[in-house]
């Protein structure tokens, strides 16, 4: 199983990013795919999360700037993240969960400075 993120780097407050999540695990073993974060010092807080029927959640934090999107024909999950805050700042890491298993991607840096 693999899961690749990317799409991270450093962005002025108020800036846009598109992170993407490649996965190599078959789609209809998938019960839900999304992102968490951690900043430095802080523990992982999930971020989004789109399920197997299309539905999608957010973050408090998030909700109204960061949009979460899959194909499953490219086995890829997006998050598009608007408005960018340096409170955004964190190392996203997508995940998959399936039926008693939940896999992880290796992390992207974002970085918004003010």
């Known amino acids: 199983v693999q899961l690749q993120a990317s799409g991270g780097g450093l962005v002025q407050a108020g800036g846009s990013l598109r992170l993407s999540c490649a996965h190599s695990?078959?789609?209809?073993?998938?019960?839900?795919i999304g992102w968490y974060r951690q900043a430095p010092g802080m523990q992982r807080e999930w971020v989004a999360t789109?399920?197997?029927?299309?539905?999608?959640s957010y973050a408090g934090s998030v909700k109204g700037r960061f949009t979460v999107s899959r194909d499953n024909a490219k086995n890829t999950v997006w998050l598009q993240m608007n408005s960018l805050k340096p409170g955004d700042t964190a190392i996203y890491y997508c995940?998959?969960?399936?039926?008693?298993?939940?896999?992880w991607g290796q992390g992207t840096q974002v970085t918004v400075s003010s």
């Open positions: 995940y998959v969960e399936t039926v008693g298993l939940t896999y």
């Open positions: 695990i078959r789609i209809f073993n998938i019960n839900a």
């Open positions: 789109i399920s197997s029927g299309g539905s999608t």
